[in-house]
């Protein structure tokens, strides 16, 4: 698996959502790196990864992304995810693998009613970016029209940088194992949870207040299945932390994953 690594110390492992890159983590990776060694995997078939070459659905990502793990060295190191990526991770701390554990609004916690409307959003939003890609920089780049393409996902997409989403969506219609993982979250089965006093070390979960894709309510299933979850609000932020409050996760992450920031 295609990775980055940057800074020193403790080593916390950074795992990105569907469609995303290690270079989904770009607005928090150098703040991160200052006080921890920051891994950054393209999971399989995203970035720049191979795609599996069997069946793509989250336990086999996971399984790829804890072998992953166990070849670096990195069983045991605190782990964060964003969206597909903090399901992974929650499942990896299922497993008893890993150390602390950010899980940034994680999918898994769908009812199928949820379930089906994500589907059918998602699917639609890809459908058109793909039909618009040639002139996805112009349309992200007027303010207007980036908070038309982005609702679902930011709570503010006309603060946001262009660059920011463009690579996130680029990366979103050309990784090849896109369609496979979008099924696997659709159609699979939900998130499990572990008892009580089981996961290898704290958990918290980060949502957004105006969440499009995992709706703020479903942190109670979240909470429910992981009672040892520890949950944090993001006020005025949707679906990527990253995005739309890239300081405050930095900080919810260092102070959840035992670093010190001074």
Do not use: K
């Not at 891994?39 to 995203?46: E, K, Q, T």
């Amino acid at each position: 698996m295609n990775h980055v690594r940057r800074g020193t110390g403790a080593p916390l492992v950074l795992v990105h959502g569907l469609g995303g890159s290690w270079r989904s983590w770009g607005s928090v990776l150098d703040d991160l790196a200052a006080h921890r060694e920051v891994v950054a995997p393209d999971l399989p078939g995203f970035g720049d990864s191979a795609p599996l070459a069997g069946e793509v659905s989250i336990a086999t990502l996971t399984d790829a992304l804890e072998g992953f793990l166990d070849e670096h060295d990195l069983r045991g190191a605190d782990l964060v995810g964003s969206s597909m990526g903090a399901r992974m991770v929650l499942e990896l701390a299922r497993r008893g693998v890993g150390g602390d554990v950010v899980a940034l609004d994680p999918g898994g916690f769908w009812t199928p009613g949820e379930q089906r409307v994500f589907s059918a959003s998602l699917r639609a939003s890809i459908a058109l970016v793909r039909r618009i890609d040639p002139v996805l920089p112009t349309l992200l780049g007027n303010p207007v029209t980036r908070t038309a393409l982005l609702a679902q996902f930011s709570a503010r997409p006309w603060a946001l940088h262009p660059a920011v989403p463009l690579e996130e969506l680029r990366r979103m219609i050309t990784s090849p194992s896109f369609d496979d993982a979008l099924d696997a979250l659709t159609h699979g089965p939900t998130q499990e949870g572990t008892p009580r006093g089981t996961a290898p070390g704290r958990i918290t979960l980060g949502w957004g207040r105006y969440d499009g894709v995992t709706l703020p309510r479903q942190a109670a299933r979240a909470q429910a299945a992981f009672p040892d979850a520890e949950l944090h609000w993001f006020d005025r932020c949707g679906h990527f932390p990253q995005w739309d409050a890239p300081q405050e996760a930095v900080q919810l992450v260092l102070a959840r994953t035992g670093a010190r920031t001074g």
